[in-house]
């Protein structure tokens, strides 16, 4: 890998630990976060048991989607994208950036519709780390071609 490929493995490896760190909080905590509080407009013991526990379980599946995404995400970057496979560039921003957009998206409907207020800046902060991977790992596909090209010229 040359310099700007390692620097592309790292910004995808930190934006999917930021999406794990997301996903483990959602499903390993036990009430309302505080913007979650401040949008339904009631602390965590305000909030009737049947309703806490289907904020619960929405909150544990939404976990698991992102750690799946996450776990997807860390398959793609340490197999294919380590190996110098040039579609691997591709299919992380691709499988990513509408992962976490349409989370930050879900945010914004809580911001222009309640007074709870998300963190989505760090939503934008993983996209932008997806897209400088991207951008930074363009000469992948030159150097899978040239290793191609050397194993065929060796087998002629």
Same mark, same amino acid.
């Given at each position: 890998?040359?310099? $700007?490929? $390692?620097?592309?493995? !790292?910004?995808?490896? +930190?934006?999917?630990?930021?999406?794990?760190?997301?996903?483990?909080?959602?499903?390993?905590? *036990?009430?309302? =976060?505080?913007?979650?509080?401040?949008?339904? /407009?009631?602390?965590? !013991?305000?909030?009737?048991? /049947?309703?806490?526990?289907?904020?619960? !379980? =929405?909150? $544990?599946? &939404?976990?698991?989607?992102?750690? !799946? +995404?996450?776990?997807?995400?860390?398959?793609?970057?340490?197999?294919?994208?380590k190996k110098g496979e040039n579609w691997?560039?591709?299919?992380?921003?691709?499988?990513?950036? *509408?992962?976490?957009?349409?989370? #930050?998206?879900?945010g914004l409907i809580i911001i222009w519709?309640?007074?709870?207020?998300? *963190?989505?800046? =760090?939503?934008?902060?993983?996209? +932008?780390?997806?897209?400088?991977?991207?951008?930074? &790992?363009?000469?992948? #596909?030159?150097?899978?071609? +040239?290793k191609l090209s050397e194993k065929v010229?060796?087998? =002629?």
């Amino acid at each position: 890998m040359n310099t $700007k490929t $390692k620097i592309a493995f !790292s910004c995808y490896f +930190v934006a999917i630990l930021c999406i794990a760190c997301i996903a483990l909080t959602y499903l390993f905590t *036990p009430q309302l =976060l505080p913007y979650q509080e401040q949008a339904v /407009g009631l602390n965590w !013991s305000e909030i009737e048991h /049947g309703f806490q526990m289907q904020f619960l !379980s =929405l909150m $544990k599946v &939404s976990g698991g989607g992102y750690l !799946s +995404v996450a776990a997807a995400l860390a398959v793609l970057l340490f197999i294919p994208f380590k190996k110098g496979e040039n579609w691997a560039r591709w299919a992380i921003p691709a499988i990513g950036i *509408p992962a976490i957009t349409l989370v #930050n998206y879900a945010g914004l409907i809580i911001i222009w519709n309640t007074p709870g207020r998300p *963190p989505v800046f =760090l939503g934008l902060i993983i996209d +932008v780390f997806f897209i400088t991977g991207l951008i930074l &790992s363009a000469g992948m #596909n030159t150097v899978t071609a +040239v290793k191609l090209s050397e194993k065929v010229e060796t087998q =002629l």
